[in-house]
């Protein structure tokens, strides 16, 4: 699989996301260093996925535009963090359900349930650059790791 089919597809899975789960369009997708867009205390999501790809998809989110983003996707005030984690996480796997359909099409896939962390060191992210999608207010950082 080379690297560009990742990329495109990550940008259409996480655009019909944004559109649907929380009414933003996609702005601008940027490729830059993670300590030049996320700080310590961001949310980060894994999703695995184990078949028919092997990976693992890394989701980064503000933190401090995190509980807004749930809250326009739920509906609800959302204040504190398990709420807010919880929120990620099925955006999250929204986002991984969109990724698979559109590079495996037609084709049963396999994700497991996401894990949801806040980032302490952004220097030790496992890559060196970062996918960064840009909305009005906000971005959603993504990396694929392959395994």
């Not at 398990?82 to 359900?97: H, M, P, Q, R, W």
Request: one cysteine or more; glycine letters at 4%.
């Amino acid at each position: 699989m080379r690297q560009e089919t990742v990329e495109m597809a990550l940008e259409k899975a996480i655009a019909k996301a944004s559109e649907h789960l929380f009414f933003q369009e996609l702005m601008e997708v940027r490729m830059q260093r993670p300590a030049e867009s996320f700080s310590p205390g961001d949310y980060l999501v894994l999703i695995k996925v184990s078949e028919p790809l092997k990976g693992i998809l890394v989701l980064i989110y503000e933190r401090h535009f995190a509980p807004q983003l749930v809250t326009e996707v739920i509906g609800d005030i959302v204040d504190d963090d398990n709420a807010v984690t919880d929120g990620l996480k099925e955006i999250s796997n929204t986002i991984a359900g969109n990724l698979m359909a559109n590079m495996v099409p037609d084709t049963p896939f396999k994700i497991g349930l996401p894990r949801c962390c806040h980032i302490f060191h952004v220097n030790d992210l496992p890559v060196e650059y970062v996918l960064n999608f840009y909305f009005d207010e906000t971005r959603i950082g993504a990396f694929w790791i392959m395994e």
